[in-house]
């Protein structure tokens, strides 16, 4: 399965989900800036499915099309854990001093 997507507009959907859900965490020392780890769009336990909810991707149901499901659910993934901040970095930086 070829992945058509416009990455640039997903990752911008992501971000700004993940600037909303951002809140400072004093459970810890000094606290930090952070999202929930284990449900950060919500009370889901599948955050793949969220992820494409978000970017607007209708999810290919691994009965009809095991590959293209599990295709979906990497390029979801890797939005999430290798791609979103650092592209928030980015933009962030463009905003200049």
């Known amino acids: 399965m070829v992945i058509e997507r416009n990455k640039e507009a997903d990752l911008k959907k992501l971000a700004d989900e ?3 859900r951002l809140y400072f965490d004093n459970s810890c020392e000094n606290g930090a800036p952070t999202i929930d780890c284990k449900r950060p769009f919500g009370n889901s336990m599948n955050v793949e499915r ?3 909810k978000i970017i607007g991707w209708v999810p ?5 099309d095991p590959s293209g499901h599990d295709e979906q659910r990497k390029y979801a993934w890797g939005l999430y854990t290798d791609d979103v901040v650092p592209y928030i970095k980015m933009r962030w930086k463009e905003l200049g001093p």
């Open 50 to 52: 969220d992820i494409l």
């Open 60 to 64: 290919i149901s691994e009965e009809s």
């Open 18 to 20: 993940v600037m909303e």
